[in-house]
């Protein structure tokens, strides 16, 4: 295996020279840099990423933990995160807790043991003592979890008043909301709070479908629509906490003949790319999600240069409105 020292003596610089390039230190000519990278493409040389991570006291890795990459909106998130942290020079190590909470405490250790520089939970369980016991970087997506950790999140109170205005603009008279379960302290849950105001300051009969802590099964979503739109058939106006649920209600709305919008106007959450893709095209509150994912990497980046962030980190959200309503 060649080491530092060949690739100093075949680029004809001292072992100190390479160490800066490989360590991006100090003031390297663009001739010097090339030289040592030609050096190091020629041996095959590979860096031991340990040996620097030591010396530099950084990994340039974040941890990243998510539900379930399989559901489009982390999907999306992840995509964003991994480009976004690439174009600050780390690398993502990316973890599926599938909603289990041992799991996720094993991914903390993993990722504590590997040195990462910080970690980004999206993760939706209800075990979030570890993440105040670490000391290293964290930032959280769309939960609060103390005064101390730094969340990104977007205007869900505000995203929950536009749809329920948008249905009654529309001239829905009684109207429901699908959401996750509100047991879990999460920052969506102001979605619901919005939904409920808006429809109690305007007396319109509302319902509200929780789904369990640990779902995000199509099956189940239709199931508890399905039972829903069967016992309030009068309903005529759906709020769903995803796009994917929306989906889950267009396919009950079929199955017990309610033409959409005539009947059923409905409205998803996130506008992840599946609701301008499905037939009707779905009316969704946009989350700016390149935006959010975008700033979880650089309030890392700012936690690990020491540089004082602010805890709380709310974008804006927007109402795209297609076929469904």
């Excluded at 090339?34 to 006291?57: C, T």
């Excluded at 174009?87 to 990722?111: F, P, R, T």
């Excluded at 059923?264 to 609701?275: F, R």
Aim: aromatic residues 8%.
């Amino acid at each position: 295996m060649p080491t530092i020292r060949d690739v100093a003596e075949r680029a004809g610089v001292s072992v100190t020279t390479v160490s800066r390039v490989l360590n991006n230190r100090g003031y390297i000519s663009e001739a010097t840099r090339r030289k040592v990278y030609q050096a190091m493409e020629e041996l095959d040389y590979q860096p031991n990423e340990v040996a620097r991570s030591l010396f530099r006291k950084r990994s340039n890795i974040i941890g990243l933990i998510v539900p379930t990459v399989a559901h489009p909106f982390f999907a999306e998130l992840t995509a964003y995160v991994e480009a976004y942290a690439y174009a600050h020079g780390y690398k993502v190590l990316l973890c599926n807790s599938e909603l289990d909470a041992s799991k996720e405490q094993e991914y903390i250790w993993m990722l504590r043991r590997n040195q990462v520089d910080g970690i980004i939970m999206a993760s939706h369980t209800l075990e979030v003592e570890e993440y105040k016991k670490l000391s290293l970087p964290v930032v959280t997506f769309d939960r609060f979890i103390s005064n101390r950790i730094p969340y990104v999140t977007s205007d869900n109170y505000q995203g929950g008043k536009m749809a329920v205005e948008l249905l009654l603009q529309r001239g829905c008279r009684k109207i429901a909301h699908m959401c996750g379960s509100l047991d879990l302290d999460m920052l969506a849950n102001q979605r619901h709070r919005a939904f409920m105001d808006v429809a109690e300051e305007r007396q319109v009969p509302y319902f509200t479908v929780e789904t369990d802590i640990n779902v995000f099964e199509m099956g189940k979503y239709e199931k508890l629509l399905e039972d829903l739109l069967t016992q309030e058939p009068e309903i005529d106006g759906l709020f769903l906490n995803s796009d994917i649920m929306a989906i889950a209600a267009m396919k009950v709305c079929r199955k017990l003949g309610k033409r959409i919008p005539e009947d059923m106007k409905i409205i998803g959450y996130d506008d992840v790319s599946l609701a301008s893709l499905v037939s009707p095209q779905i009316t969704s509150v946009r989350q700016p999600l390149a935006e959010m994912s975008e700033l979880s990497v650089k309030l890392i980046e700012d936690l690990v240069e020491g540089r004082r962030v602010q805890v709380e980190n709310c974008l804006p959200v927007e109402l795209m409105e297609r076929e469904t309503t």
